[in-house]
Structures are given as C-alpha cells and as structure tokens.
Nanobody, 120 residues
Framework: QVQLVESGGGLVQAGGSLRLSCAAS????????MGWYRQAPGKQRELVAT???????DYADSVKDRFTISRDNPKKMVYLQMNSLKSEDTAVYFC??????????????WGQGTPVTVSS
C-alpha cells in the first residue's frame, strides 16, 4: 500500500513564502514523475509543477519564476518552494506520483492535500 502525505501548508501574507513537502511511503519499487497540483474553491484541479526522476521540471505559466519543485529520490520526497505568493495561489495543494510497486505494476497516487491560504 502506497501513501503520499503532504505537509507545510498554512496561512501566509501576500509576497511571502511557503515550502510544501510530500513523503511517499509503502511498498514502492520506484517512482517516476512526481508533481504538485492545486484546487481552488469552485475550480478544477490544475497542474502546478512536475519533476521527473532525473530532475526535468515543468511548471504552469502562472507559477513560473516563483515556484520551484525539487525531489530527493533516496528519501522518496518531493518539495514545492513557493515564493512571492499571491492571493490567487490560495488552494488545496495535492502531491501526485506515478509509482511502481513492482517491476510491471505502476499506478498513479494522490495525497490528501494541504491547504494554502494567501491573505492580501
């Protein structure tokens, strides 16, 4: 059984910073792409950033130059450093991962989400 557990969300003023963390645990053979998504009230879940095993990153246009995704493969962790936060960044942030639990078994997993509120 695989779990993704996020932490680090909270309340921050506009212009401030937060760092989100996501820990993967359970029966994990390997992890390929990991990412962060967010869902604001009344809106659909959207991609924030992804990172491959070898460190290739991709970002939504709305967060480029403000957010940085990183990962620690041995620790099975992925992080999201969020700087220059804006009120429109307010959302629940979800960790996501493509995880192999055996050489030929891969599934996509979601964390439970961590809320981020940016006050203006």
């Amino acid at each position: 059984q695989v779990q993704l557990v996020e932490s680090g969300g909270g309340l921050v003023q506009a212009g401030g910073s937060l760092r989100l963390s996501c820990a993967a645990s359970g029966k994990i053979f390997s992890i390929s792409v990991m990412g962060w998504y967010r869902q604001a009230p009344g809106k659909q879940r959207e991609l924030v950033a992804t990172i491959t095993t070898d460190g290739r990153m991709d970002y939504a246009d709305s967060v480029k130059d403000r957010f940085t995704i990183s990962r620690d493969n041995p620790k099975k962790m992925v992080y999201l450093q969020m700087n220059s936060l804006k009120s429109e960044d307010t959302a629940v942030y979800f960790c996501n991962g493509d995880i192999w639990t055996a050489p030929f078994i891969r599934n996509n997993y979601w964390g439970q989400g961590t809320p981020v509120t940016v006050s203006s």
